[in-house]
């Protein structure tokens, strides 16, 4: 049953897109026992970052973030270090293991993206890129405006 309303809405479209393009990085992933949300994790990880700039550049709250930090410290990824200016802060650092997978974890993305251009000629991996991210520019300032 198809529901023409609810399909012409931006947002749901968005919400299904994510969603098919997420379930594409699954078989990836398996390989090195990541979820999606652990993924971008490594990628967004910079040394030294704090856990409150992380949660910020990934739109994650400290109750998602939190059990999350802990499986890929458990998993030796990475390592939780408390702040010596401010015992409330908590740096992250990658560990060996977690900067070498961290290397290999961009190919996943290639590899998505180069499935989804087999797929259909009409769109362009690399324009839809900057439209979303144009669009999430746009957003966000207009968040800030309110």
Same mark, same amino acid.
């Given at each position: 049953?198809?529901? &023409?309303? !609810?399909? *012409?809405? %931006?947002?749901?479209?968005? #919400?299904?897109?994510? @969603?098919?393009?997420?379930?594409?990085?699954?078989?990836?992933?398996?390989?090195?026992?990541?979820?999606?949300?652990?993924?971008i994790t490594l990628l967004?990880?910079?040394?030294?970052?704090?856990?409150?700039?992380?949660?910020e550049e990934l739109y994650?709250?400290?109750?998602?973030? &939190?059990? !999350?930090? *802990?499986? %890929?410290?458990?998993?030796? #990824?990475?390592?939780? @270090?408390?702040?010596?200016?401010?015992?409330?802060?908590?740096?992250?650092?990658?560990?060996?293991?977690?900067?070498?997978?961290?290397?290999?974890?961009?190919?996943?993305?290639?590899?998505?993206?180069?499935?989804?251009?087999?797929?259909?000629?009409?769109?362009?991996?690399?324009?839809?890129?900057t439209q979303l991210t144009?669009?999430?520019?746009?957003?966000?300032?207009? @968040?800030?405006?309110?």
């Amino acid at each position: 049953m198809s529901n &023409s309303i !609810l399909n *012409k809405e %931006l947002c749901f479209q968005l #919400y299904i897109a994510s @969603k098919e393009i997420i379930k594409q990085y699954k078989p990836y992933l398996k390989k090195y026992d990541l979820t999606y949300t652990s993924f971008i994790t490594l990628l967004a990880l910079e040394e030294g970052m704090t856990v409150n700039e992380l949660g910020e550049e990934l739109y994650l709250d400290s109750g998602t973030l &939190s059990p !999350l930090l *802990k499986k %890929l410290e458990q998993k030796g #990824y990475l390592v939780k @270090k408390r702040s010596s200016s401010d015992e409330r802060i908590v740096k992250l650092f990658l560990t060996e293991d977690g900067k070498r997978l961290k290397i290999k974890l961009p190919a996943i993305s290639m590899e998505v993206g180069q499935e989804l251009a087999k797929q259909s000629e009409e769109i362009n991996y690399n324009s839809l890129i900057t439209q979303l991210t144009q669009l999430n520019s746009i957003m966000k300032s207009m @968040k800030q405006e309110e």
